[in-house]
């Protein structure tokens, strides 16, 4: 059955819901507050799809390496202190989420999804003709010390373990599989599963082939609250009889029991109301404001990250690389050489930080010394917010206090790499058959 859907927020993840819910033959409306040339996470991000990264944020040790890090104003990773009870409550689900039990839990689920989206990317790259720039060759994380490279050894250990390939490289393999430049390692992780792409070209082809297929964009529409609605349904047994409307009829006329269910509508800054069969919040780091006044509880933080792109670059790699010690990652773009890195839990201000930015430019030179600091003088950075989950994973699926609202956000460092396979599971959902994975992991009714 052909549904309405409002998506509200046009980034990677909503662009996805609504490329796989027309492919169902629904009519999607995305619903974005910016034009259709505003900025956003999904566009100067550093544009890796990678299996290969199986652990959630929270995990073990990363309480104890944030607070390390904290005092050094170039860092990469800070959570400025402060009296705000949406962060203690996100910093003490943080703190149980990071065990071991919890990261057994989470890497499967993580591998299924990457996996599964990096197929959905190859789909794209043929029906598209690859004009986002899908590269497939793999990534290399590149250590500096003993430490470091054993560190990245055990975590290429526990992928492998999961089936993502990956191999310990000395400082000459490096040099071997990525002979465009030259490096200052101590030797590196190959993961060939990995791709990298075009963050910008990759969302204005969706752009193009949605407005093609009929999809509906409202832009410079931002949602500001709800109205509550009522649909007779018939008395449920579970979650999915409940929103089919064709069991609606035949339970009428079986005579069994109905029950009203609540729907809610957003309500935009005009004061319109959008009325839609299916409503999905894909708001990215500023989803929760999105749900504000509704029954959901999505703790967030937005989880700032710089990138620079140099557009002449005087070395061009053909791989993505992280650099593990600084936790800066590199992408050749097309002709040019981004790079991203940071982590700044500091509320949703986009003020770039001049410090965290020196920190990131510093290590370039590091890894790659034919690169210097002038080299980047002209470049003007750019911020983004990563939506973060307390315990890492992502908020995918149905919320149970309304017939019609799922949410899809929450994908901190990996919106892009789990973009296309939320888009296909969200379209599932909303055609009422089962996921093709299983999101128990990813209720968004899991705090509340
Ligand atoms: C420096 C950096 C590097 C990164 N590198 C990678 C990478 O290599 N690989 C990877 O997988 N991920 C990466 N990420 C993460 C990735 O960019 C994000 O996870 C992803 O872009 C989130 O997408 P989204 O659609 O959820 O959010 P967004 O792209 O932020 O989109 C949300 C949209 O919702 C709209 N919106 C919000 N509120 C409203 C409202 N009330 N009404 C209407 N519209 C609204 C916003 O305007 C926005 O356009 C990186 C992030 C950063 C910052």
């Not at 890497?107 to 789909?123: G, I, K, M, T, W």
């Not at 790659?368 to 983004?384: C, R, S």
Request: net charge neutral; charged share 20%.
């Amino acid at each position: 059955m052909s549904k309405s859907i409002l998506i509200i927020g046009g980034g990677i993840i909503g662009l996805s819901i609504a490329y796989y819910a027309t492919e169902k033959g629904h009519h999607v409306t995305v619903v974005e507050r910016g034009g259709p040339t505003h900025d956003m996470a999904s566009l100067g991000n550093a544009g890796m799809i990678v299996p290969s990264h199986i652990t959630p944020l929270a995990a073990p040790g990363m309480v104890q390496t944030g607070l390390r890090m904290m005092w050094n104003s170039e860092s990469p990773f800070y959570i400025k202190p402060r009296l705000d009870a949406g962060l203690i409550d996100w910093g003490l689900k943080f703190m149980r989420a990071c065990t071991p039990e919890h990261v057994a839990k989470s890497s499967p689920v993580f591998r299924d999804l990457s996996l599964a989206s990096r197929q959905c990317y190859e789909n794209w790259a043929d029906e598209f003709g690859n004009v986002f720039g899908l590269v497939r060759k793999g990534l290399l994380e590149l250590s500096k010390t003993p430490e470091s490279l054993h560190e990245a050894a055990h975590t290429a250990e526990q992928a492998r373990q999961l089936g993502i390939p990956a191999e310990v490289l000395t400082a000459e393999q490096v040099a071997q599989i990525e002979p465009n430049v030259r490096w200052d390692v101590l030797g590196g992780i190959y993961y060939p599963r990995d791709c990298h792409l075009s963050p910008m070209m990759l969302m204005s082809a969706l752009h193009r082939h949605l407005e093609a297929r009929g999809a509906q964009f409202l832009w410079n529409t931002e949602v500001v609250g709800w109205e509550e609605g009522k649909r007779q349904e018939p008395r449920a047994k579970n979650q999915e009889s409940r929103t089919k409307s064709q069991e609606y009829g035949d339970a009428k006329q079986a005579g069994l029991s109905t029950q009203d269910s609540v729907l809610i509508f957003p309500k935009t800054a005009a004061g319109e109301v959008l009325r839609a069969d299916e409503v999905v919040i894909a708001g990215g780091a500023v989803s929760p404001h999105v749900a504000r006044g509704l029954k959901l509880n999505l703790p967030m933080q937005g989880g700032k990250g710089y990138s620079l792109t140099l557009r002449q670059p005087k070395k061009l790699p053909v791989l993505c690389a992280l650099f593990a010690e600084a936790r800066v990652a590199m992408t050749p773009m097309q002709g040019t050489l981004r790079l991203g890195g940071t982590m700044e839990i500091a509320g949703l201000d986009p003020k770039i930080n001049p410090a965290r930015i020196r920190g990131i430019l510093k290590s370039v030179p590091k890894y790659m010394p034919e690169f210097t600091l002038d080299d980047f003088k002209d470049v003007q950075p750019w911020a983004g917010f990563r939506p973060c989950s307390p315990d890492g994973l992502p908020y995918i699926g149905r919320s149970r206090n309304y017939a019609n609202l799922s949410v899809a956000t929450g994908h901190a460092m990996l919106g892009i790499s789990l973009g296309p396979i939320t888009g296909k599971l969200m379209a599932q959902i909303l055609s009422e058959e089962q996921p093709e994975i299983d999101l128990t992991m990813l209720n968004p009714d899991r705090y509340l």
